[in-house]
Nanobody, 127 residues
């Protein structure tokens, strides 16, 4: 069974930064779309950022200019660098992956379109 493992969640003050990591299996790195989602209490899960097999990113308007999605071929790790954090960024953050490197290009597909998902990591931003 394929599983993804997120890490890096923490409690930070508004304006601070965090970097989330997601370990992915070797075979997913080059041929999969990968993404980050988040879900705040009482809200639906929303797409934060996606990255296609060529490394082209797409961001939600709410995080554009503050968050950066990237992947490292040397460590098979997906990252989400989060800067200028706001209290409204508080949520559980999940990584996800689905076969096919280009279908997510220029879009933020819903989480149910990704077959592989992690268990999540909590990010709390204090005002």
């Amino acid at each position: 069974e394929v599983s993804l493992a997120e890490s890096g969640g923490d409690t930070v003050q508004a304006g601070g930064s965090l970097r989330l990591s997601c370990e992915v299996p070797d075979n997913m790195y080059s041929a999969y779309c990968m993404a980050w989602f988040r879900q705040a209490p009482g809200k639906e899960r929303e797409g934060v950022a996606a990255i296609d097999s060529d490394g082209a990113p797409t961001y939600a308007d709410s995080v554009k200019g503050r968050f950066t999605i990237s992947k490292d071929s040397a460590t098979n790790t997906l990252y989400l660098q989060m800067n200028s954090l706001k209290p409204e960024d508080t949520a559980i953050y999940y990584c996800a992956a689905e076969y096919g490197g280009s279908w997510c290009r220029g879009a933020l597909p819903a989480s149910d379109q990704y077959q592989y998902r992690g268990q999540g990591t909590q990010v709390t931003v204090a005002a």
